[in-house]
DNA sequence: CCTAGGATTGAGACCGGACTCACATCGATT
DNA sequence: AATCGATGTGAGTCCGGTCTCAATCCTAGG
C-alpha cells in the first residue's frame, strides 16, 4: 500500500520482479499474459505491480513490438467544422480499435505536409490519414506507400497515386446541383472556392484540388447537357480570408452580367458571402441564390435556411479510419471500396428563380 | 542514389555507420551532432544517411532521452467548435516549439477522462492539457500532478488541484451580462446547461462543472444587486440532445410566467434554442430575447445576428500549451498567470426589452 | 523407483538510439 | 624532445520492455 513512495523514475519490471522475488522474464510474462506463468507467481507479481502503481512503458513496448497503436491525421485545419467532423469519425474508431490520433494541421500547404508526413513516419506510427493538401504534387505521399506504411486518403484522391480514398463522388453531386440550379432558371452561376491557383479559371486547369476540378468538371457537364456552356467567368478561386471572399462577392454581383446564384466550396466561404450578400441589401433567393457545400447546424437558422450539399463527413472519417486499421491488422484490402460515401442536395430556402427569367420550374422539394 | 533498395526493415544508424565505415558511436554522433567527429567522418556518414535514407527512430530516441517531444490534449468534443479552436491554438503553438499532440475526446464522460489520461501517460507525453469533465472528482488528474507530469487546465477549473488554469472569469461576464439583461427590463432570465446533475437545480447546489457553477452565481449575484432574486425555476440543467432542449425551450416559453429571455451555455445549445423559439412562431427578440456562450461566425447571420459572450477561445488553448511548454522545459511558473482572458459581451440583435416592460432602457449599444 | 515430456523459470539477447569511458592522436607548450 | 590538454574514436552500457533458449521442476507412465 506504498500509494507514496517512488516520486522520481517510473517503476519498471525490474522493479516489480525484484519486489515480487521473481526474475524479470518471470515477471513481464506475468505483467504480459503470455507464456507459462504458475499460479503464485501471477499472483505475487500483480500485487506487486499493484502495490507499486506499475504502468507499462508504452515507449519501450512500441520499440520492439513494432507497433505504436497510433495512427497519424493530417489534415488542413481542425478549426474547420469540416475536418472536426472527420476527425470524430476517425478518433471514435480509432479508440474502439485501440488506437490513439496525433493530429497535424498543414493549412493546406503543401510544405506543413511534408513536414508533417515525415514527422508521423519518424514516430512510427502505424499507419497515416492524410487529407492531401494537392492533388497533384503527391511525391512525398508515394513515399509513404512505398515504405510501405498503411495509407488512406480522405477528402480528396491524389493523381497516380493507388491508395485506398474516401471522398464523395463530387462530379456527380455537382453535376446533379448545378442542373437544379439550372433547372429553376439560372445561367449566371458561380463558383467560389479557396483552392490557390497561379492564374484565374481556364477551362479544363489543371487544379491543386481533385475535389474541386470534379465540382467544376460536374458543372460543366450539367450546363453541356442543356446545350448551354458555363459561364467560366464566374468561377472564383483563390478565394482567402473572409474580406477577400467578401470583396469577390460583391464584385460577382455587380453589374448587367451579374451572378443569380452562387455555389460557396465550404461553410467558411458561404458565411462571407451570406454576409457580402446581406450587407449589399439584397435578398437571398428573390435577388440571389446560394448552395453551399456542407450541411451545418447553423444552416438551418439563417433567413432564409441554407439550400446545402450535405456529405457524410463522420462517416468519411470513420470509413477511412475503419480501412486503415484493416490494412494496418491484415489482409491488404478487401473490398476495393467501402460502402458509398454520397453527398446529398439539402433543398432548403436558399435557391429561387432569377428574377428576370420568372416562375419557369419551381425550386425546392 | 539508391532510392529504392531496402524494403522492409528501417535504416538504422549501425547501417549508416557500416556503410561509412565507422563506428556506430561515430556515426551518432554525427547524426546526433554532438560530441566530436572529424569533418571527414561527418561528411561520411551525412551522405551514407542520404544515400540509405536515415531516418532516426523518435520512439529509440525517446526512450532513452525520455522526452517524447508530444503532449496530451483531453476535451470532451472536437466537433465541438468551442474545442476545435481552443485545439488549433494548441497545436499552432505547440508545433512553434516542436511539440506534436495527441488528441482524445471524452463526450464529457469523466471514465472516459480517466482512461485518456491513464494512457497519455503510459505514451509518456511530456505533458497533458485536460479540459477536465468534472471540476469535482479529480483524483486522477491529481495522481497526474504528483507524478510530477507538467499539466494544465483548459476551459474549467478543478477543485482542490493546485495547477495552471486557463479559462475566462466566467463569473464576471456572467454576471455583467445577466446585469445587461435585466436593465433591458428582464426578470424571467432562463439558462439552459447541458451539465448533467442528479436533480433539478438548487441555488448553491454543487455542479460538476465550475464553469456553469461560476455563471449561476453571476447570474444569482446580478439579481441580487438589484435586490431581485434569481427566478431558479428557469435553471435547466442536464440538457442533452437537440430535441430535449427544443423540448426544455417549449418549457420555458409557455405559462404566464414564461421566461422572457434565455440564456443558451453554447453554441450547440443556442442553435436547439432557436430552432425551439422559430418553430414556435415566436421571434427574437421582441417575443424572447436570447443569449449564446461562445461567438461563431454563423451568428452573425441569423436573424436577428445573435447576442453573445465572446470568449479568446484560441488564446485560451495558445495560453495553455506555452504554460505547458514552459512547464516541460523549465522554470516551474514564473508568472502565476498569463495574460488576462477575458470573455466580453458582443451586443448584436437578439437582445431588446420584454414585450410587458416597454423600453425602460435600451438594449443595445 | 526411474524417466520422458510438459510446465516453469532465469539469463541474456535485442529493438535503435544516446551517452560514458578509456584509449588514441596531435599540435602546442617549455 | 617530453608533456599536456583538446580532439577523435570505438567498445560497450543503458532505456524498459519482448522474447529466445537452455536449464530445472514435476508428475504421470512403465
Do not use: C
Request: net charge negative.
Amino acid at each position: 500500500m506504498s500509494t507514496d513512495g517512488s516520486r522520481r523514475r517510473d517503476v519498471t519490471v525490474a522493479d516489480v520482479a525484484k519486489a515480487a522475488q521473481v526474475s524479470k522474464a518471470q515477471a513481464a510474462r506475468a505483467l504480459g499474459n503470455y507464456g507459462a506463468v504458475s499460479d503464485d507467481v501471477r499472483e505475487r507479481v500483480l500485487a506487486a505491480a499493484e502495490g507499486l502503481g506499475y504502468r507499462p512503458n508504452e515507449l519501450a513496448r512500441s520499440m520492439n513490438t513494432g507497433k505504436s497503436n497510433t495512427i497519424g491525421v493530417v489534415v488542413g485545419d481542425i478549426e474547420n467544422p469540416h475536418f472536426g467532423l472527420a476527425t470524430r469519425g476517425i478518433t471514435d474508431t480509432a479508440k474502439k480499435s485501440g488506437y490513439n490520433v496525433i493530429l497535424i494541421n498543414t493549412d493546406e500547404e503543401r510544405a506543413a505536409e511534408v513536414d508533417a508526413v515525415q514527422v508521423l513516419l519518424d514516430k512510427r506510427v502505424d499507419g497515416l490519414i492524410v487529407a492531401p493538401a494537392s492533388s497533384v504534387e503527391t511525391s512525398h505521399l508515394k513515399e509513404v506507400r512505398d515504405s510501405g506504411r498503411p495509407l488512406v486518403l480522405l477528402d480528396r484522391a491524389a493523381e497516380g497515386l493507388d491508395v485506398e480514398t474516401f471522398a464523395v463522388d463530387m462530379g456527380t453531386i455537382s453535376y446533379e446541383s448545378t442542373k437544379y440550379l439550372i433547372e429553376a432558371g439560372h445561367r449566371r452561376i458561380a463558383f467560389v472556392s479557396t483552392v490557390r491557383t497561379d492564374g484565374p479559371y481556364v477551362a479544363g486547369m489543371t487544379l491543386d484540388s481533385s475535389q474541386i476540378s470534379d465540382r467544376l468538371e460536374g458543372i460543366r457537364r450539367a450546363f453541356e447537357e442543356e446545350g448551354l456552356s458555363q459561364p467560366i467567368d464566374l468561377v472564383r478561386l483563390n478565394a482567402g480570408d473572409a474580406d477577400s471572399i467578401m470583396r469577390i462577392t460583391r464584385d460577382l454581383l455587380k453589374g448587367p452580367d451579374a451572378a443569380t446564384a452562387i455555389i460557396a466550396s465550404d461553410g467558411l466561404i458561404a458565411l462571407s458571402v451570406v454576409e457580402a450578400i446581406q450587407e449589399s441589401g439584397l435578398s437571398i433567393p428573390s435577388d440571389v441564390s446560394l448552395l453551399m457545400y456542407d450541411d451545418f447546424a447553423w444552416t438551418r437558422l439563417t433567413t432564409p435556411p441554407l439550400t446545402v450539399i450535405a456529405q457524410p463527413v463522420y462517416d468519411m472519417g470513420m470509413a477511412a479510419a475503419t480501412a486503415l486499421i484493416r490494412q494496418i491488422e491484415g489482409r491488404k484490402s478487401s473490398s476495393p471500396a467501402g460502402p458509398p460515401l454520397e453527398a446529398r442536395l439539402v433543398r432548403r430556402g436558399s435557391v429561387g428563380s432569377p428574377k428576370d427569367v420568372g416562375v419557369l420550374s419551381q425550386a425546392g422539394g
